[in-house]
């Protein structure tokens, strides 16, 4: 197993570039398998989730070709079922997205029910009702479950919460339906606007990604193409975060500032000043930070998966500061640990009161998704003595080298391979 060790750092100096988006990249490669000619794409992260895609592509025929620096030929020519490893695809979430992509060329789709981040359950209920809607019929087994359509027809569908994930699904499951499909209460998210254009340069028929209103005429194919994925916003937004936990000054370089739009007012309002650019923004900080409170909404809102490296910057913060979850109310196990390094954090009712200013200290801590291991590195750098963090495999869900990126910005953290004794992590020895 691997370990991440973080000691106190002075304050963070430098530019991080940022990689393409991992959400955005899930829904793309699926996305692909909906083409009749290859297609490339650029800018994919190397990271864990999408390994276990490519795995899973190459079963079921999908060829995969990798050029290097993130450049990606898939050609889905030779896709010869739309049967999924249950246990791999049940590995991350967004395995549901093959549902919308195979289920119009196949008939017929199996898939392991939706796993990744243990934070909390990922119902549904809203994928089932669409795809129902379309002429889609469920039958549920105890590893996996089936969806079967002898042709998907087009349907107008009110989403009765708003969700990214099951608008991307059905978008793809439209795209080669019978007919005119209209999703209403859709995900305005960045990630859905890029499978939207992307769906778009290989031939398909939508308009609208990016408002509450998506209209897709189905096509009978798609061509081949090219595409490059949009940055990842999120590892952006913690990136700039690191600036005022350590009270330095960071640059993420390749962003679409636009993105990070309600992130860059929050931070501006905890006392983080901001040079925004074109495609660029400058973090700079004295470490004197101010309480604040935030909800996380969907897009353009404060979104869920910057609470967690939000809360450990809070921690740093005089006075009392208020989060309030309202997309997933029990992802809060990041608190948890931080209150093991010192942190002064109630939990109650999907909400977070924050008593700011309180010392950090070193300890063992647990990593039990991408961003709250991101929260606890941040934590590391302001606490005194070593922070060990165990669970590094959630953390490569996400972040290409993240021990890397924060190096080059002086911060003083390694990775070590490990092995847990009696509950206790102990380092064997360092592995980079």
């Not at 530019?15 to 398998?33: E, F, Q, R, T």
Request: hydrophobic share 40%; with cysteine; net charge neutral.
């Amino acid at each position: 197993m691997k370990a991440i060790k973080v000691e106190r750092s002075d304050s963070l100096h430098g530019s991080v570039l940022i990689p393409g988006s991992k959400n955005s990249s899930l829904a793309l490669l699926a996305a692909v398998c909906l083409a009749d000619e290859p297609v490339t794409l650029m800018g994919i992260p190397d990271i864990a989730d999408l390994r276990v895609i490519y795995e899973l592509a190459s079963e079921i025929g999908l060829e995969v070709k990798h050029e290097g620096n993130g450049t990606v030929v898939l050609d889905p020519r030779f896709i010869a079922n739309g049967s999924l490893d249950p246990v791999k695809s049940s590995s991350f979430r967004a395995a549901y997205y093959f549902v919308g992509s195979l289920l119009a060329k196949f008939g017929r789709v199996s898939v392991g029910y939706p796993g990744g981040d243990d934070f909390v359950s990922r119902p549904m209920d809203q994928h089932i009702k669409a795809l129902q809607m379309m002429g889609a019929a469920f039958t549920f087994h105890p590893s996996h479950y089936t969806v079967e359509a002898k042709e998907l027809r087009g349907a107008t569908i009110y989403f009765d919460m708003i969700t990214s994930g099951a608008t991307i699904n059905v978008m793809l499951a439209a795209v080669r339906a019978k007919g005119t499909t209209v999703l209403r209460n859709a995900a305005r998210d960045p990630e859905v606007t890029d499978t939207a254009n992307l769906l778009n340069q290989l031939g398909a028929k939508i308009t609208g990604a990016g408002t509450d209103t998506i209209r897709i005429e189905g096509v009978s194919s798609l061509h081949e193409g090219s595409y490059t994925v949009i940055p990842d916003r999120l590892i952006a937004g913690a990136f700039l975060m690191a600036a005022g936990v350590t009270g330095g000054s960071v640059t993420v370089q390749h962003v679409i500032p636009e993105h990070l739009s309600s992130c860059l007012a929050k931070l501006r309002e905890i006392g983080i000043e901001l040079e925004v650019h074109d495609n660029s923004i400058t973090a700079h900080s004295t470490g004197i930070l101010r309480a604040t409170r935030v909800r996380t909404a969907m897009y353009p809102g404060f979104a869920t998966d910057l609470q967690q490296p939000l809360t450990a910057l809070l921690t740093q913060a005089r006075g009392k500061s208020i989060i309030g979850e309202r997309i997933y109310p029990a992802r809060f196990n990041h608190a948890h640990q931080l209150v093991r390094m010192g942190a002064d954090i109630k939990i109650r009712s999907g909400v977070a009161s924050i008593a700011g200013g309180k010392p950090l200290h070193g300890t063992l801590v647990h990593a039990s998704d991408v961003r709250a291991g991101i929260s606890l590195i941040l934590a590391g750098l302001r606490a005194e003595g070593t922070t060990t963090i165990a669970g590094v495999q959630h953390i490569e869900r996400g972040y290409e080298d993240v021990v890397g990126s924060f190096r080059a910005l002086g911060a003083t953290i390694s990775m070590y391979d490990s092995e847990e004794i009696g509950g206790h992590g102990v380092l064997l020895q360092q592995s980079n």
